[in-house]
């Protein structure tokens, strides 16, 4: 009876919070429009109002707001299809990036691609009508207050997955604990990257056994085999990956630093863009130091000081063969690229500062002791050299990327798990 009292009170107070949110989203539209237009981000509004195709059968629904998150569950997606061919899987995404990532990726593999639904009940309750999911996993943390009451209204189990709370929306979170805290009751469960997600979302309001640890999608990779032989067993190699124009210098110039302590070291540099590499060599030259290419076969037992990775596809299977890995796009405003290609490898990891693209798994690695940011070239210089010279540390940080992978493994094999039941 109370239960039911109070589940009465809070469809009350959602539909008052609906009926608020659908005359705030009109009022805003407009301009909401025009930042979309002017911005070049405008797409998906039909779709996004709800009038999406209809789908019939048992439809599990997986949304990823943009890129990084359809990245993240692009393994899970191929697995749930895999795993349950019976069923339709159907991808949703907020962002035109993340939409041509998903067509891109995922376009083969799933059923349908959409828009994720504007959080007001017209759309939510039209865009349910239409997909009629069994399930809804959503990547992260988007929390919709009307999309979660709309599924938990037709008795659809809804899950956070890889849930994860930055320090910033935390504390946003927690002054509107009140508030969330029902919100957070239309979900069934929320399983997190970390022990310490799992404690934040408790905090604001989760219920303690609807919260649970999972691990990180974007660990469940796998290492990369292969029989490379650059003449590399008699050095130690530097990689260098993914560069930028601007970072080209600051490599070049921090491994001839490094080269007059350390002769057995080599450098192999592999360019974001292959119409970087001329530049490379003119920096190589400039620098004194002797350069080969890996599209003309050649080798450091050749006496190549620095081996240009120029070919397209293979810069995955070079971390095996390396020392210690720089991961590039961190010093310019690329905003860095994915460190766990070398980390899975054992390789100890640098990267410059500029790394928000893939800011939580860099939290992960260097909480861990298996990467370092540093601010500027004199510090991975020093960071670098540091490594080097003491063996005891070099072999502390490679067992420190073996743990953290063994930490988050099985998040995959979790959430196909609970969708199975």
């Known amino acids: 009876m109370v239960e039911q009292v109070l589940c ?25 429009f025009m930042e979309r237009v002017i911005h070049k981000k405008s797409g998906g509004w039909k779709q996004k109002f709800g009038f999406c195709d209809r789908i019939s059968g048992n439809v ?123 919100v957070f009751n239309n979900y069934t469960a929320i399983f997190t990257q970390s022990y310490e997600d799992r ?8 219920k303690n056994d609807s919260a649970e640890f999972m691990g990180n999608l974007k660990f469940c990779i796998q290492k990369t085999e292969n029989n490379i032989d650059f003449g590399q067993s008699s050095y130690k190699i530097i990689l260098a990956g993914s560069t930028h124009g601007t970072e080209n210098p600051i490599i070049i110039n921090t491994y001839k630093e490094l080269r007059k302590g350390f002769s057995d070291l080599k450098l192999l540099i592999a360019p974001r863009h292959l119409e970087r590499v001329k530049e490379i060599e003119i920096l190589c030259e400039k620098a004194g130091l002797k350069y080969g290419h890996r599209s003309k076969n050649n080798t450091f037992s050749e006496k190549y000081d620095v081996i240009i990775l120029d070919t397209l596809g293979e810069l995955k299977y070079m971390y095996s063969l390396c020392h210690i890995a720089f991961i590039g796009g961190s010093f ?25 693209n893939f800011k939580d798994i860099y939290r992960i690695l260097t909480n861990a002791g298996a990467a370092r940011v540093v601010s500027t070239q004199d510090e991975l210089f020093k960071g670098i050299q540091n490594l080097l010279n003491d063996t005891t540390k070099y072999e502390q940080m490679k067992n420190s990327c073996n743990k953290v992978f063994c930490e988050q493994s099985g998040a995959l094999d979790f959430v196909i798990n609970k969708i199975r039941g």
């Open 8 to 32: 009465k009170r809070n469809g009350i107070k959602m539909l008052i919070w609906g009926i608020l949110s659908e005359i705030l989203f009109y009022i805003t539209l407009p301009f909401f």
């Open 60 to 182: 599990i629904m997986l949304h990823g707001c943009s890129v990084g998150e359809i990245t993240a569950i692009e393994d899970l997606a191929k697995r749930i299809k895999t795993e349950f061919p019976e069923k339709k899987l159907v991808i949703t995404t907020s962002t035109l990036t993340g939409q041509a990532i998903a067509k891109k990726k995922l376009g083969n593999v799933a059923d349908y691609v959409t828009f994720f639904p504007f959080d007001i009940p017209s759309a939510v309750n039209r865009f349910l009508k239409n997909i009629n999911p069994s399930l809804v996993l959503i990547a992260e943390t988007e929390i919709w207050p009307c999309f979660a009451y709309g599924c938990k209204k037709s008795n659809i189990p809804l899950y956070i997955i890889n849930g994860r709370i930055s320090d910033l929306s935390y504390w946003m979170y927690k002054l509107a604990r009140l508030f969330f805290k029902k």
């Open 199 to 206: 404690e934040k979302f408790v905090s604001i309001g989760v």
């Open 332 to 356: 310019n405003k690329t905003g860095g690229h994915n460190p766990l290609e070398a980390t899975i490898c054992e390789k100890p990891v640098f990267s410059g500062p500029k790394i928000f």
